[in-house]
């Protein structure tokens, strides 16, 4: 089974649109930390952010925000008012004791902001 | 500025070569990875070393090989073993929570 999923392979969207990318998770600890990044077309991967298992709130971060439901194992990310300067691939990431405490990626999500 | 550098930016390798992948940090991490990137496939751990001299195979090892004589450096070897080596290489390196990754190395094998 999937320990992190990505559903959307790929998104395209026009500048302006609000776009959620969705982050599905599994793991049977009750401590746990997710992790979103951003990798532009050179390569690197830039950290987003980080939630641990307990703090449930949402986070707003300028455009970005974050909706973190562990009823649904869901850590769905949104950005607001699109730029072409968000396209790129994002990545949502587990880390958990069950899985040795390293760094678990899922598939990736694509995002296209058109002009 | 700390950082991790990962070098070549590409790398071309002939069939049956095996060629060594550099990654340097100076952020003083313990641990440090080796990531494979393919298309639709997300980023797959090769191997990972928590402390100097010490290191641990992922969940795709076969066909690569790695050292940790320093702390700050965590080269990846790929063999000649690796049938499908054509990909993009990510190192990164960690205290726990802080994750910083390198900017990758292209391998193409020609």
């Known amino acids: 089974a999937q320990k992190v999923t990505q559903a959307q392979t790929e998104i395209s969207v026009v500048e302006k649109e ?11 600890d009750t401590t746990y930390y997710l992790f979103w990044y951003k990798q532009p077309p050179s390569g690197e991967l830039v950290f987003l952010i980080r939630r641990n298992s307990f703090d449930e709130q949402n986070e707003i971060s300028g455009r970005y925000s974050w909706n973190f439901q562990k009823s649904t194992s869901s850590f769905n990310f949104t950005i607001t008012a699109s730029q072409v300067v968000d396209s790129a691939v994002y990545f949502c990431a587990l880390r958990a004791q069950e899985y040795g405490n390293k760094l678990v990626f899922g598939a990736g999500t694509i995002l296209r902001v058109k002009s | 500025d700390g ?3 990962q ?18 940090q100076n952020l003083n991490h313990d641990a440090m990875y080796w990531y494979r990137q393919d298309p639709g496939q997300g980023l ?11 290191f641990q195979k992922g969940d795709i090892a076969e066909g690569y090989s790695v050292s940790r004589e320093k702390k700050e450096s965590f080269p990846l070897t790929v ?10 290489y990510l190192c990164a390196s960690s205290d726990f929570h802080r994750y910083t990754f390198g900017s990758g190395t292209r391998l193409t094998v020609v």
């Open chain 2, 7 to 24: 070098s070549p930016k590409y790398l071309f390798r002939k069939e049956g070569q095996n060629v060594t992948l550099s990654c340097e």
């Open chain 1, 18 to 28: 609000d776009v959620t990318l969705d982050c599905v998770y599994e793991t049977r």
């Open chain 2, 79 to 88: 063999t000649s073993a690796q049938k499908n080596p054509t990909a993009f």
């Open chain 2, 44 to 54: 797959r751990l090769i191997y990972y070393s928590q402390i100097v001299n010490d």
């Open chain 2, 3 to 5: 950082g991790i550098t």
